[in-house]
């Protein structure tokens, strides 16, 4: 079992950037696969990045370009860097982890971007 903690959502003026974090519980060496995902008012959960175990990193094309995730593994924590934001990016964001075939999501964090 993993606890996860997201931190780091808010409101801001489209253009603007905020980093989201999410901090586990315990070592993250362990989980295949760790990424966020969002949620938007009436829409599906989608993707928004993943990085591997390995490093790899995969984006949806909506946000290449100006969104990067990274990890801290002395931390047990990852981030989303988030520029150039746009109000089509509100959304519920999720934090998720993978290990094996366990799946753990974070409680979700706000971002509200204003047009």
């Known amino acids: 079992q993993v606890q996860l903690v997201e931190s780091g959502g808010g409101l801001v003026q489209a253009g603007g950037s905020l980093r989201l974090s999410c901090a586990a519980s315990r070592n993250i060496f362990s989980f295949n696969d760790m990424g966020w995902y969002r949620q938007a008012p009436g829409k599906q959960r989608e993707l928004v990045a993943r990085i591997t175990s390995g490093g790899s990193t995969v984006y949806a094309e909506s946000v290449k370009g100006r969104f990067t995730i990274s990890r801290d593994n002395a931390k047990n924590t990852i981030y989303l860097g988030m520029n150039s934001l746009k109000p089509e990016d509100t959304a519920v964001y999720y934090c998720?982890?993978?290990?094996?075939?366990?799946?753990?999501w974070g409680q979700g964090t706000q971002v509200t971007v204003s047009s």
């Open positions: 998720h982890f993978l290990q094996i075939l366990n799946h753990y």
